[in-house]
């Protein structure tokens, strides 16, 4: 069967790097005797557009060029539809490329997509919203929050609002009902993660896959704050903490659940992220994964 393409590009110009991302699309792809459009992607993250066109004009892949929060829109938008979604990475973080092993570099991550190999990944519903890989609530949710209000993205931003937050951090109540259980702590972050990391390489969730069919939760309870940069930076590098039943780790600093669904009452309105965008929060969420939710372009 023909492969045909649609390459999404966010259309803001004038920068070098996308005038020469444009020119080696268009050179590889072309090399490559697949027929292919370019179209913009878009600030109200509407998409259902694509799934009439993909039907009457039998495209076979979704080439996404940009971050984890156009693919969180575009996936959510083409959920069950028969289609490959590619990567190449640009956004600020890129932790689903990452948790796939699709690397930054354009010329490799063109090659991934031209080898045509894709799986079938999980995702998730938090209300019923959609998360192609990973939901904050508290401390790293708050860090969403000020990094989108920032005129400039990138790591050194993302590292100055975590450091900036990092000092006025505080503890937010939660309920967790998990795996026939229910827990009451008090926790900086809780992580939902179908991805294994937040982005830029930085494991949370060290055991997380893609298609397993499970999601991991990651608490980080209430301690002194030294004590939780050693133990998150500990999480972060090996992932020592392993996934048990919610009774086994009731004096746990980092409790590790992995689950299909679960409920977290939330009634200091600890802030929200879904895939690393801000989002609002409440004061109840239920959430389940959707298991294999669309078919990703990835090396296998």
């Known amino acids: 069967m023909q492969r045909k393409f649609i390459y999404l590009i966010n259309p803001i110009s004038g920068t070098k790097n996308k005038e020469a991302l444009l020119k080696l699309i268009e050179k590889k792809t072309v090399l490559q005797k697949i027929p292919f459009q370019i179209l913009p992607t878009n600030k109200q993250g509407n998409y259902q557009y694509l799934v009439q066109k993909i039907a009457e004009e039998k495209i076979t892949d979704i080439i996404i060029c940009g971050g984890d929060g156009t693919i969180n829109q575009v996936a959510s938008a083409l959920l069950h539809v028969k289609i490959n979604i590619g990567i190449i990475p640009m956004g600020s973080g890129n932790g689903l490329a990452f948790a796939a092993g699709i690397k930054k570099n354009p010329y490799k991550a063109l ?25 904050g609530l508290g401390f790293d949710a708050q860090v969403a929050h000020d990094f989108a209000q920032q005129p400039s993205r990138g790591l050194s931003t993302y590292i100055q609002q975590t450091v900036k937050n990092f000092f006025k951090a505080k503890a937010y109540p939660f309920t967790i009902e998990i795996n026939n259980s229910t827990l009451h702590t008090d926790a900086f972050f809780i992580s939902i993660a179908n991805s294994n990391q937040f982005g830029n390489h930085v494991t949370i969730a060290p055991k997380a896959s893609l ?18 940069i050693y133990t998150v930076l500990k999480q972060i590098r090996i992932g020592k903490v392993k996934a048990f039943a919610a009774t086994h780790q009731k004096n746990k600093p980092i409790r590790y659940f992995q689950t299909k669904k679960m409920i977290i009452h939330n009634p200091a309105l600890a802030p929200l992220h879904i895939d690393g965008d801000p989002a609002k929060t409440s004061k109840h969420f239920e959430i389940e994964v959707i298991e294999k939710a669309f078919r990703l372009l990835q090396p296998l």
């Open 111 to 135: 090659d991934i997509i031209f080898a045509g190999k894709s799986m079938a990944i999980d995702s998730f519903y938090i209300n019923k919203k959609f998360s192609c890989m990973l939901c």
């Open 211 to 228: 298609s397993d069919g499970l999601l991991d939760i990651v608490v980080v309870n209430k301690m002194s704050k030294i004590k939780m």
